[in-house]
């Protein structure tokens, strides 16, 4: 079944949801049951993100086959500003924890933030488009 682009928009409201849902969530801190370094933490995590980062590249050369044109480029230019706009989201809260001593910001909010940022950004392209 090919997806139309008019089925995505209104597919990607239930992942907005989730993502503010996500973004608000907060956790009390619990124990962990394994102490795990920062080294050892970053031993496990490039690895394993470098090695999803290429399994979805490679996934997505199906998308790109099954695609049209539009709606690829909907969907890149989309995850470029959530990408970056979950960067900076990340920055501006480390200051805040820096300046103003806020609470850290757990994994669930920011991807929370990218996926939110994400589908805004989709839906900006869809109803501005790609060329604003």
Not at 19 to 36: K, L, Y
Not at 89 to 113: R, S
């Amino acid at each position: 079944m090919k997806m139309t682009i008019q089925r995505l928009d209104w597919f990607l409201v239930v992942p907005a949801i989730a993502a503010a849902t996500m973004i608000a969530e907060i956790d009390p801190p619990r124990q962990s049951f394994i102490a795990v370094s920062q080294w050892e933490q970053a031993a496990i995590i490039v690895p394993v993100t470098l090695l999803m980062s290429l399994l979805i590249a490679i996934g997505s050369a199906i998308d790109r086959r099954c695609s049209e044109e539009y709606l690829f480029q909907l969907m890149s230019n989309a995850a470029l500003v959530g990408v970056a706009t979950s960067m900076l989201i990340h920055l501006l809260w480390i200051i805040g924890i820096k300046v103003f001593n806020l609470p850290d910001m757990a994994a669930e909010n920011m991807v929370g933030v990218t996926t939110l940022s994400w589908i805004a950004a989709y839906y900006w392209f869809r109803f501005k488009g790609i060329s604003q």
